[in-house]
C-alpha cells in the first residue's frame, strides 16, 4: 500500500491548459515536497511546503498543501512543452528524515 | 544544480555478475540515500547513511549492499546480479533547509540485468 496516492496517474494536455495534480495520504507529514523528473534524469525538487493551508507559487505553478497536512496540490497555468515531465510528491513524516514518494504523475504538454 | 554523480548511466550485465554502482557528491552532506525506480511505482528507499560508517537499510529489501567510508562517496554493490535487479537506481544526498531536508539526486543507473 502506498503511503502518498497521486492522480491521475497520466495526463496529456495541450499548450495553454491548465491542469491540476494531486497528492494524498491518510497520514500526517510535517513536509511535503514535489519534484519534477525528466527522462534520463534524476529527480529536482521544486518547491516544499510546511504549513497546513500553506499556497506557493512558482511563476505558473502553484503549490497547495492540506489544512490537515495530509494531503497536496500542483497546478500549472497555461501549461508548456517545457512542463512535460513526471511530477513526484514526497512527504516527510514528522521526526523521520527519510522521505515517502509517490508513483507520480506523468505529464505530456503537446505543442 | 546539485554536484552528485553517478556512475555508470546505464549498465548491461548477465546474470551472477558482480557489479558497483558508483556515487558521489561534492556538497559535504552527510546524509545519503539509494533509492529503486521502476515505471510507475513509487521510488524505493534501499539503502541509507547518516555519516562516515554508518548505514541503514531501507523501506525495501534489497539484495545489495552499500558502504561509507568517505563522506562524499556512498556505492552500492550487488555481489551476483539478477534479472529482477533490473531497475532504476537514484543516488540522494541531502542537507537542512530551515527544518526541512532538502533531497539532492543523481542522474540515476539504467540497470539491465539478461
Known amino acids: 500500500t502506498q503511503l502518498l496516492e497521486q492522480s491521475p496517474q497520466f495526463l496529456s494536455i495541450q499548450e495553454g491548459e491548465n491542469l491540476t495534480v494531486y497528492c494524498n495520504s491518510s497520514?500526517?507529514?510535517?513536509?511535503l515536497q514535489w519534484y519534477r523528473q525528466e527522462p534520463g534524469e534524476g529527480p529536482v525538487l521544486l518547491v516544499t511546503v510546511v504549513t497546513g493551508g500553506e499556497v506557493k507559487k512558482l511563476k505558473r505553478l502553484t503549490f497547495q498543501f492540506g489544512d490537515a497536512r495530509k494531503d497536496s496540490s500542483l497546478h500549472i497555468t497555461a501549461a508548456q512543452p517545457g512542463d512535460t515531465g513526471l511530477y513526484l510528491c514526497?512527504?516527510?513524516?514528522?521526526?523521520?528524515?527519510?522521505?515517502?514518494f509517490g508513483a507520480g504523475t506523468t505529464v505530456t504538454v503537446r505543442a | 544544480e546539485a554536484d552528485i554523480y553517478q556512475t555508470p548511466r546505464y549498465l548491461v550485465i548477465g546474470t551472477g555478475k558482480k557489479i558497483t554502482l558508483e556515487c558521489s557528491q561534492t556538497m559535504g552532506h552527510d546524509k545519503m540515500y539509494w533509492y529503486q525506480q521502476d515505471p510507475g511505482m513509487e521510488l524505493h528507499l534501499i539503502h541509507y547513511s547518516y555519516g562516515v560508517n554508518s548505514t541503514e537499510k531501507g523501506d525495501l529489501s534489497s539484495e545489495s549492499t552499500v558502504s561509507r567510508i568517505r563522506t562524499e562517496h556512498f556505492p552500492l554493490t550487488l555481489e551476483s546480479a539478477r534479472p529482477s535487479h533490473t531497475s532504476q537506481y537514484l543516488c540522494?544526498?541531502?542537507?537542512?533547509?530551515?527544518?526541512?531536508?532538502?533531497?539532492?539526486f543523481g542522474p540515476g543507473t539504467r540497470l539491465l540485468v539478461l
Open positions: 540522494a544526498s541531502s542537507e537542512l533547509r530551515g527544518h526541512q531536508e532538502t533531497q539532492y
Open positions: 497520514s500526517v507529514f510535517s513536509s
Open positions: 514526497a512527504g516527510e513524516k514528522p521526526g523521520d528524515y527519510k522521505l515517502s
